[in-house]
C-alpha cells in the first residue's frame, strides 16, 4: 500500500477509572486474548501497509513491552518496520506530548524521511476490522485532502464523548464539532484519517508556528471550509473502549456468536503477541455458560456470561456472573462476584462477595504495579 501508518496510544483519561491506573489505554485487555492495540495492527499489516508508528506516552510500559517484537503481525522487516515512539527530549523541545498535532509534530522526521505518498492514522482504542485500502481509494477519488472515517450511531447515550459530523449527500464534511454537550447528528469521528504525507507536514508545521497542539480542533475543525474533508461510512462493527461502561460492553459483545465469528473466523485475522500457555483446565465441579475462558485458566467453580483472561484460578464454589476478570487474577474458594470488572494480578479472598448494582464495579485486591 503507497501508505504509512500512525497508531495515536499515547492518551489516557479518567473516564477508565482504576483500570488505566498503570496501564495505556490501547493495552486494555480484549476478547480473553487480545489487546486493544491488536486490532489497529492488524488492519495495518492486513492492508499491507509495511511501516507502522505507534505513539506512546501515558503508563506505557505494558504497551512497550507488548510491543517489543513485530513479528507477530509480520510488518517488513528489510523495508519498513514497526516503530515506537515516546517522548524525547530534543534541543528543540522538552515538552511531553501536548496533544495529537504536537505528539505527530514531535516525530516529524518519521514522516519526513518516509517516502510513501499517503498517512493512514488510527487510534489505539478502537476495536474494528477494516480494509484501509478501500478508504484510500475512495480518497483519490473524491480528490478529498483529508478523509475521516465515521460511524452512524444508534446509541446515542455517550454520542456526547465523540467528534460528531455533518455531511453532504456526496460524502463532504461540512461541520465537525468536538464532543458537544447536545446535537441532532448521529454521525461520529471514528479517529482515522488519511492524508497525503506532504499535506500534513504543512499542516503540523502551520499548528505549531500558532502554538496549536490538537489534530481535531486545530486541523480539522479549523480548516473544514478551507480543506476538503470527506466521511468513508463504516457500516461493520466498530467500538471504542475509552470509558468503563464501553470497555466491558466491548468485551460483553464477545459473547455474541456473530462478533466472535466476524472478528476471529472472517478473514482478514486478528493478531496478537503469543504466550506459550497451556489450555484452560476445568476441574471436576465447573460449570461454565456463555463465556470465553482464556489459556492458563484453571476453573472450579461457576462462571456464566463472563470474560475470564489470561492465567486465572477460579476456586471451588465460586460463582462469577456477567463480569471480566483481568489477567494472573486469583479467585478464593466460596467466592460471589457480579457484575464486575477485576483487575489484573488481584487476590480475592475466599468467601468474598462483590456485586455491581449500580452500574460496573472494578474490584482490585492486593494488586501490585505489574503488567
Sequence with gaps: ???????????????????????????????????????????????????????????????????????????????????????????????????????????????????????????GDGIYKLDYNKVLQYHIEKKADITVVVKNLEDRSEIGRYGVVAMTEEGRITDIDEKPLETNLSTVSTGIYVIRRRLLIELLEKAAEEDRHEFVRDILVRYKNVKKIYGYKLDTYWSNISTVDSYYKTNMDFLKKDVRDYFFKQYPDVYSKVEDLPPAKYNFGANVRNSLVSSGCIVNGTVEDSVLFKKIYIGNNSVIKNSIILNNAYIGDNAYIENCIVESNSTIKANSRYVGENGVRIVVEDSPLYY
Design 1 to 123: 500500500m503507497k501508505a504509512i501508518g500512525i497508531i495515536l496510544a499515547g492518551g489516557n483519561n479518567r473516564m477508565m477509572r482504576e483500570l488505566s491506573n498503570k496501564r495505556a489505554i490501547a493495552a486494555m485487555p480484549i476478547a480473553g486474548s487480545y489487546r486493544a492495540i491488536d486490532f489497529a495492527l492488524s488492519n495495518m499489516t492486513n492492508s499491507r501497509i509495511q511501516k507502522v508508528a505507534v505513539i506512546t506516552q501515558y503508563n506505557a510500559r505494558s504497551l512497550n513491552e507488548h510491543l517489543s517484537s513485530s513479528k507477530w503481525w509480520d510488518f517488513g522487516r528489510k523495508q519498513g518496520g514497526l516503530f515506537v515512539f515516546t517522548p524525547t527530549i530534543t534541543a528543540e523541545s522538552s515538552n511531553w506530548y501536548r496533544g495529537t498535532a504536537d505528539s505527530l509534530y514531535q516525530n516529524m522526521q518519521f514522516l519526513k524521511q518516509s517516502h510513501e505518498p499517503y498517512v493512514v492514522i488510527a487510534s
